[in-house]
């Protein structure tokens, strides 16, 4: 049965690929959803897939892109009742300078 994550990462994430780098490592372990920019500068994740894709996604997102420098990941999970996502995409969000 398939979970849902959200996960909101701080540090220094926004203009460093962060959103390209969190796509490519959804879409290697089979996780949908979307990763979007904040105006507080942090990224926003929401994943869906299995408990053990989104664990691994989540350790993907404390460690980053070489280019970032994470400091936190906050996490909560929930069931994917209701979400329904066709790939893992990238949403525009605050920041456009990715």
Sequence with gaps: MDEALEA???GR???VGFRYFAQHEAAALGL???????PDGSVRCLAVGSRAALEAFAGRLR???ASAIVER???AWRPAAGESHASFGIR?????GD
Excluded: I, K, M, Y
């Excluded at 949908?32 to 904040?38: F, I």
């Excluded at 525009?92 to 456009?96: D, K, P, Q, T, W």
């Design 32 to 38: 949908t959803g979307w990763v979007a920019n904040e």
């Design 92 to 96: 525009s969000g605050a920041h456009r």
């Design 73 to 75: 990941v906050d996490l």
């Design 8 to 10: 909101v990462v701080r």
């Design 63 to 65: 460690a980053g892109p």
């Design 13 to 15: 994430v926004q203009g």
